[in-house]
Structure formats: C-alpha cells, structure tokens
C-alpha cells in the first residue's frame, strides 16, 4: 500500500512525511524539483504539480491513499479539483484533505472558501475522507519575531476573540495518523473532519503577554489594523494574497477561531499525549534567535 503526499516540500508536508516514514509507510511524494526536494531516503520522488494531469496520472498509479496539501494560491481550487478527478480516475478512494478550520463561515475569504468548496467536492464524490481543519498555525510567528524582537511589538491583527493556535508538528503527526487508518482500515470509511486545535486560545493581547513573559520584557500588542496589515504585506506578496489575508484577519477580529467542545481532548487522545502549547513554541523561537 502506498501514500502519495502532495505539499511534500512544504512545512506541513514536511512534518507528514516524516511522521510516515518513521511509522513504516511506503511513502510517495509529488514535487516540482525532486533533485532540490531534500526528503527522506527511500521516498518515491514523483516530478510535477497540481496542474500537470499527466504527471498526476503517472505518479497516482498504485497509490491507495492520497494527502491532498495545496498552498494559498490564485488557482488553489482547480488545483484541488484536478487532483481529486484524477485521483478517482484512477481509483484512488481514500483521502486526506488539509482544509481549515470555520472554512463553512469564513465564505467572504477566498482562500478559505475554495478550501470548502473542496470540502464538497470530496463529500458529493464519495471519497473516504478525513478533512482536517487546523486553525492558526503557531509556526507563522517565526515570519514577525524580527519586528518582536527588535520593536517590541506583536503585529499580527488576531484580535480578542482567540485563536486556538497549532504547531505543525502536531498537524503532521496527526494526519499521518489518519493517513496510516484509513490506509490500513479494511474497507471504505464515513467521511470525517476534524478541528485541528492548539491547547490555548489566544488574544492578540495573550500573544503578547506570552513573548514578554519568555523575553522578560515588555511587548505590546500592536492593535487591530488590518488595512496596515495588508499594506505590509504587500511588501513581499501578490496584491491579491495580501487582501486575502486581510479578509481573513478581519474575520479573526469578528470571529476568532475557536475550538469545539472536546476538540482539544480529542486531539491530545488521537496524539498520546498533549497538544505542543503556545509558550513553549514562543521561547524555540527565542531560544533560536
């Protein structure tokens, strides 16, 4: 039985290959540049993208379940759309998809809401699946800890709803686990999804007490300014990943991504242990720095 993972290279994805490889699977990855990859020994390295049905259809041959991991893009939802159609045309029926958590209530993010129409696709088509939806991803705050650590100042907009950050070990293990289950799992499963959820949901004025308490100095939250947050980060993305980012963080401010009853419990019992919390995330960071 083989899993192909798509996302291989990313940061996510990373984590899912390893935890796979250290569980015994038999692992394929799809990759742009398999000569750059830099992933494990004994990987079947297949060359292409999203986009190239050829490729899909090559390198989905013999597979039994997919990882499905598209990154924010322009055309996020038919790459998601190819890979499903050929995935069935092939007869690949079990699935891992790598969604986002309230991707049914943050319709006006477009990111968010072609993660959901994916969602749909996966259900109307019959697939065996486990949607994972993970919330924020603790390990974005490596992108701000220079203006942390050199203005004194938190500056990503989460406002004070919270939200129930992740760290991306704990996504990996966790859809490993789901991977190696429904592979292994004698016949076709209902579809699941699961709430991927950090252990504390955290205000933008929590984020920054957690940096002072690990620096052991001051820093302030810099406040809910998602027209100046879009504006930076204009500064080294697309105009159109900007905004898109700035819908979401808008929702964070009316919203928040806040965990289910039991979500957490949940998690900790499918992991054996506790969920990889906030603090500790924050002092690697300023450990490393």
């Known amino acids: 039985m083989t899993i192909l993972v798509t996302g291989a290279t990313g940061h996510v994805g990373r984590h899912v290959v390893q935890q796979l490889i250290q569980r015994g699977a038999r692992v394929r990855a799809l990759a742009r540049n398999p000569d750059t990859a830099q992933l494990p020994a004994g990987i079947d390295l297949v060359q292409g993208d ?21 990154a ?38 477009p990111h968010f809401a072609a993660k959901f129409g994916v969602e749909r696709m996966i259900e109307q088509m019959g697939f065996s699946a486990t949607v994972l939806r993970p919330a ?24 004070g709803k919270g939200l129930a950050m992740i760290d991306a070990r704990d ?12 592979d ?9 999804r699961l709430n991927l959820v950090g252990p504390d949901t955290l205000t933008g004025e929590d984020a920054a007490r957690t940096w002072s308490e690990v620096l052991g100095r001051h820093i302030a939250y810099g406040g809910d300014q998602t027209p100046a947050f879009e504006q930076n980060l204009r500064q080294f993305m697309p105009a159109w990943m900007a905004y898109d980012m700035r819908q979401m963080a808008e ?36 450990s490393a720095a």
């Open 72 to 109: 924010v893009a322009a055309d996020e939802f038919t790459q998601a759309l190819v890979a499903l159609n050929v995935a069935r045309e092939v007869g690949i029926r079990r699935v891992v998809y790598l969604s986002v958590i309230h991707s049914d209530r943050y319709v006006n993010v």
């Open 251 to 286: 929702r964070f401010l009316s919203d928040g991504m806040v965990p289910e009853a039991g979500d957490v419990q949940r998690l900790a019992q499918l992991l054996g242990r506790p969920l990889r919390s906030y603090r500790d995330f924050v002092a690697g960071i300023a």
């Open 136 to 159: 924020y991803f603790m390990d974005n705050e490596w992108t701000v800890k220079d203006v942390i650590l050199g203005h004194g100042v938190y500056p990503m907009p989460i406002g």
């Open 50 to 70: 999203l986009l190239d049905v050829d490729a899909l259809r090559e390198g989905f041959q013999g597979v039994t379940t997919l990882f499905l991991l598209n």
């Open 171 to 182: 996504i990996g293990e966790i859809a490993a686990i789901e991977l190696l289950a429904r």
């Open 184 to 192: 292994q799992a004698p016949e076709d499963q209902p579809l699941t």
